[in-house]
């Protein structure tokens, strides 16, 4: 199969991260996915038999607008006709993220499958605080989602979109996200330049407000351990500024993004997730399959789904410094068992693949 995934960029989220993995495997079993991205902006090594083909030109005004979106609905539509009529048609367009799903579902290709990778209520309440034209802008984004076929990343996603009727799909189903534990395995054993010598926590993500790292500053201020955090996110400067605020700028090492974050999450006694809200957390999955045990905010949506059994002690309630840093003292007393992690046995990447070429039939 010919496999389209349609995306902003690859410049180093989550997401992106999602559907390379998911492109190796699809090549890996015969098949060919070639990837559609909005600007032409890449943090990640993308392989030389993977076709990334840029649909807008940098600074495309078209792109940018926010109502009108016409004239850039027909630069992709004419560019995916171009591809296609350069490579052959595809059997299969996967789309992702708002800006892209805004423009996607209005191409009209088929059959498209819509990925949503995070809990639309909760992004609608946080762009809310934004004010309204935030707020509007957010909302048209997830009601072009209306009477597509949507593939959510957690349950819990699903059940939102169900129960909240906002959405109404023509199609729902969930698909977990991929991983290559293999892969995963071989990362963690490289060398790093920068990982301490001695004991650490680690945080990694973006320095957003979901991300909530004013509520991981404000436990790591209330730990009886004076163990260091190291944070790899893509704004140390911002980071450190709100590590000062609380008064924990010597327990935080910052070194910025990491291509390879594998070494420093196997190293690390516990990796933390203090976020709002998630869809599926990649980062606690990678982190249990390097063997590091995890504690993080029972947030809406995923962590639920991937800490049961032992696991599910180290969660706690959300925007409670206090619960948080008394469960990352137990976690480095007590850690739990990783010897049967369920979640695992479910995201195995070939698994995944099949589930998605599983759509087209």
């Known amino acids: 199969m010919r496999i389209a995934i349609a995306i902003d960029s690859l410049a180093g989220g989550g997401a992106e991260k999602v559907m390379l993995t998911l492109a ?14 909005m600007t032409d902006s890449v943090a990640f090594d993308i392989p030389d038999t993977l076709p990334v083909h840029v649909c807008f030109a940098s600074k495309d005004s078209d792109l940018k607008r926010s109502w009108n979106l016409a004239p850039a609905v027909k630069k992709l539509t004419d560019k995916i006709r171009s591809i296609e009529q350069e490579v052959g048609k595809f059997d299969l367009f996967i789309s992702n993220l708002d800006k892209t799903n805004r423009l996607m579902v209005k191409t009209k290709v088929s059959p498209l499958f819509v990925v949503v990778h995070a809990s639309v209520e909760e992004e609608l309440t946080r762009h809310a605080k934004l004010g309204p034209f935030a707020y509007l802008k957010k909302l048209w984004a997830k009601k072009a989602l209306n009477g597509q076929h949507l593939v959510t990343v957690s349950e819990g996603i699903a059940n939102e979109i169900l129960q909240t009727k906002r959405i109404r799909p023509a199609s729902i189903r969930c698909i977990y996200n ?7 395995n071989a990362l963690s054993q490289q060398e790093a330049q920068g990982i301490p010598d001695g004991d650490y926590l680690i945080h990694i993500g973006r320095y957003v407000k979901q991300k909530r790292h004013d509520v991981l500053f404000q436990s790591i201020s209330q730990m009886k351990s004076q163990i260091p955090v190291v944070l790899l996110c893509h704004n140390p400067k911002k980071a450190l500024k709100a590590a000062k605020k609380f008064g924990v700028e010597h327990r935080v090492i910052i070194p910025g993004f990491q291509s390879n974050p594998f070494p420093w999450i196997k190293n690390a006694k516990a990796l933390v997730l203090s976020s709002d809200f998630e869809g599926l957390p990649t980062v606690l999955i990678e982190s249990l399959a390097c063997g590091t045990p995890v504690v993080s905010t029972d947030c809406p949506h995923g962590p639920r789904e991937i800490m049961t059994g032992e696991q599910a002690r180290f969660l706690v309630p959300r925007r409670d410094p206090k619960s948080l840093a008394a469960k990352l003292d137990e976690v480095l007393l007590t850690p739990p068992s990783l010897a049967e992690v369920d979640i695992l046995t479910k995201v195995q990447a070939a698994r995944i693949a099949q589930e998605y070429l599983a759509l087209v039939k």
């Not at 991929?178 to 995963?184: G, L, N, Q, T, Y």
Request: charge should be negative.
């Open 24 to 37: 190796k495997e699809f090549t890996e079993l015969g098949h060919e996915p070639h990837f559609l991205v």
């Open 178 to 184: 991929p991983f290559e534990f293999e892969d995963i």
